[in-house]
Each structure stands twice: as structure tokens, then as C-alpha cells.
């Protein structure tokens, strides 16, 4: 996860793709345990690519949307 063009954490997916799925996709929403749990806050200009990113790229992407 990058926040402002700066790498901020790392998770455990390996995968070099994202497939698709007919399931739907929460942003800020995880499920634990059978209880849902919200993000609390605001999010702003949340992307997502079907392929990994390279730090440079993110950082290319950042800087020219940023406002």
C-alpha cells in the first residue's frame, strides 16, 4: 500500500495479477469472524490495477494526479 506516492505497507500476495470475480469489492470494509468491520476516516483517489505496480510507477501515477 503506498499513501502519497511513499510505500507504507506490504502484504502477503504473491500473485502477479488480480483475476476477476463476480464477487463484489469493498473498499475499506473487512470481514472478521463474521462481523464487518469499517474503515473510519476518508479516503481519497483510491486506484486499482489488475497487475502490479513498480514503486517508480506509483510514484509517476502520484505526482501527476496529485493536485
Known amino acids: ?3 502519497d506516492g511513499v510505500l507504507s ?3 502477503a500476495e504473491s500473485s502477479s495479477e488480480i483475476p476477476p470475480y463476480a464477487a463484489r469489492l469493498w473498499v ?3 470481514q472478521r469472524n463474521g462481523i ?3 474503515f473510519v476516516g476518508k479516503m481519497d ?3 486499482i490495477w489488475m497487475r502490479p505496480l513498480s ?3 506509483v510514484l509517476t501515477w502520484y505526482d ?3 493536485p
Do not use: L, P
Request: charged content about 20%; glycine content about 10%.
Open 1 to 3: 500500500m503506498y499513501v
Open 9 to 11: 505497507a506490504v502484504g
Open 28 to 30: 475499506g470494509c473487512q
Open 36 to 38: 464487518y468491520e469499517f
Open 45 to 47: 483517489e483510491v486506484a
Open 55 to 57: 514503486a517508480e510507477q
Open 64 to 66: 501527476a494526479t496529485k
